[in-house]
């Protein structure tokens, strides 16, 4: 099944991990997100089959519920996910700390 993770939309493949990273199953996660309860875990399901992807407003709500910036659910960059997932834990020093780091290695 490993192999079937990587023919999904990288938006699907991001929903999952994040989602399970979270401890959440599909119809908490859509209840917390906003939607009807009667079709949370449906719609979540189709989200991460890659058979549908949300409105970006709908994207931004389940970014919220699950803590990570909504870049980290469209990005197909491995590193820069990895990033994403640790940028809301830090505080703003920290973020700011990083950012001169980048720039100074990169002038």
Excluded: C
Aim: glycine share 6%; charged share 25%; net charge positive.
């Amino acid at each position: 099944m490993a192999g079937r993770t990587t023919e999904h939309p990288v938006f699907a493949r991001r929903l999952t991990q994040a989602r399970e990273l979270a401890g959440l199953s599909q119809k908490q996660l859509g209840i917390l997100a906003g939607l009807d309860p009667a079709v949370a875990s449906p719609r979540i399901n189709q989200y991460e089959r890659g058979k549908h992807e949300p409105q970006f407003k709908t994207a931004k709500q389940l970014a919220d519920v699950l803590g990570v910036p909504e870049a980290f659910l469209y990005t197909e960059d491995e590193l820069l996910a990895k990033l994403l997932l640790k940028w809301n834990t830090l505080t703003i020093r920290q973020k700011k700390n990083i950012l001169k780091g980048i720039e100074q290695a990169s002038a």
